[in-house]
């Protein structure tokens, strides 16, 4: 008798994979990379840092294999610049980053700590080392955001999270030019009563394009008793209209359970910003923050996730 669930990612047995204790200069807590492989096969990891402050920047790790031997910027990769963006005075937090062909770029989308809550912004670069910032592009409060890798009839396309109430939904914006942004539409809601994710829901890495669509990893978070649980589960969005959700899985698929994930600054939390596929276009390796705290490392397949939720 099979009376266990399928495990849909393996973790690293030697999680977490990078700590604040691994940095060259003094930080509280190493989280949520966007995460990204350069063309000599590098993978890169945008970081959030958070120092004894509270607030975040972004500094980049590098190996050669995705798994260890990380060589870790002696300094912030990308520090808040709040004289010339304002919107960036309590720090950036939780890179996306997507490669943008047409543009032969680099496009990070960022959380810009506002005085009035979270906002979505974007920079631009081809080294990560230098950045060219457009801004904010959804004002507060808004997060979990990434853009979708070319146009979509014509306009560039951004997922993202807006919070006009007590539960918080995943929307889709278009822009013909990157920086004015409109056709806003809602295109999942958080669903309600005692599901897994109740109270508010969000993207967690960029969209994955499949032959059968755009694959989805997002968290969902429950509030209990006890606070909150974040935990992920996947959607497919259709090619052409990726306003129109295909399907969404009924339960989640992975979620807090080691002593890494379970207790930190936030208990309970897993949130990965971002991924690498192998070059068998189907192993994924997930990079996600684990409570807040640290950066560990889980792997899977694009197939089996498809079929998964082809069976929810």
Known sequence: MNNKYPELFKRYK???????ADWTYPVNSVFNPGVTLLQDGTTLLLCRVEDRNGHSHLTSARSANG???????A????MPDPENFPEEIWGIEDPRITWIPELKKYAVVYTAYTRDGPG??????????RFERYGIIMQPEDKDAALLPHCIGGNWALIHRPVSSARAHIWISYSPDLRHWGSHKL???AR???WWDANKIGLSPPLIETPKGWLMIYHGVKQNAAGCIYRLGLALFDLKKPELC???SNEWMFGPQEPYEKEGDVNKVVFPCGYTIASDGDTINLYYGAADMSIALATGSIKELLLWLDNQ
């Open 14 to 20: 030697q999680n977490p994979i990078l700590t604040a």
């Open 67 to 73: 798994i260890d031997g990380w060589i870790i910027d």
């Open 75 to 78: 300094k912030p990769t990308l």
């Open 120 to 129: 979505v912004a974007l920079a631009f670069t081809i080294d990560f080392h």
């Open 187 to 189: 295109i999942m809601e």
């Open 192 to 194: 309600h009563g005692s």
């Open 246 to 248: 295909l399907k969404r």
